[in-house]
């Protein structure tokens, strides 16, 4: 079966502190998907990053990095000098091959970022 | 481009009614997925739609129903509510029926008395 954990349910930070939020994924295929998405108060769900499973280069953008290692299945999100405005809840999401399932979620993390 | 969005953005209905949901994709998408977000439950897939057909589906009871036109965009219905409908339901559109990325709305913020 196919699922997303994500282990810390809130993360608080000061501002200009850097932060990890964890996500473990399982599944028995191998051609997935994983992404990140952020979601504000507003609840609007931010797309942040797609991933296919052969790609296992890490990505940095802006403040925003994302390191995936396929040898413990994690797919983990730092964000670099944390901002208030960083403040929300992430989630991480599984998807497979197409005609097996859609996204999978993870019970997200918030984060709350203090200034 | 215009993003997803999604009608009404709040509703109040009570136990036994029905209401309907709105969606319209980003121009140039064809598929359509629904999700309910409730704090119990967290995000969970409701169904997807691409070029009119029901794609796949989630483990929802037969209340929750959809459709999609020939434009693209998608209704969800919900009939026979019940106090635990109340959710925020979120529409996301992508290019096709793949695995391709999807893109939220804002949500429909259910609540039922």
């Known amino acids: 079966a196919q699922k997303v954990t994500q282990a810390q349910t809130e993360i608080s930070v000061v501002e200009k502190e850097d932060v990890t939020l964890d996500c473990v994924y399982e599944t028995r295929d191998t051609t997935y998907y994983l992404f990140w998405y952020k979601q504000p108060p507003s609840g609007e769900l931010v797309f942040l990053i797609r991933r296919n499973s052969f790609d296992e280069q890490n990505e940095i953008s802006g403040r925003y990095s994302w390191n995936f290692q396929k040898s413990t299945s994690s797919f983990n999100f730092t964000i670099t000098a944390s901002q208030v405005v960083d403040s929300a809840v992430y989630f991480c999401?599984?998807?497979?091959?197409?005609?097996?399932?859609?996204?999978?979620f993870g019970t997200g993390t918030r984060l709350k970022v203090l200034a | 481009k215009a993003g997803v969005t999604q009608t009404p953005r709040y509703l109040i209905k009570t136990r036994g009614q029905q209401v309907t949901l709105s969606c319209s994709p980003i121009?140039?998408?064809?598929?359509v997925s629904w999700y309910q977000q409730t704090p119990g439950q967290g995000l969970q897939f409701l169904f997807e739609?691409?070029?009119?057909?029901?794609?796949n589906k989630g483990n929802f009871p037969g209340r929750f129903s959809g459709r999609q036109f020939s434009n693209s965009r998608s209704e969800m219905n919900v009939s026979t509510l019940e106090l635990g409908d109340s959710a925020l339901y979120l529409c996301a559109s992508s290019l096709t029926q793949s695995t391709d990325t999807q893109y939220f709305g804002p949500g429909t913020r259910l609540t039922v008395l």
């Open positions: 999401a599984l998807s497979g091959p197409l005609g097996t399932y859609k996204y999978i």
């Open positions: 739609y691409f070029s009119e057909t029901q794609r």
């Open positions: 121009s140039g998408h064809r598929s």
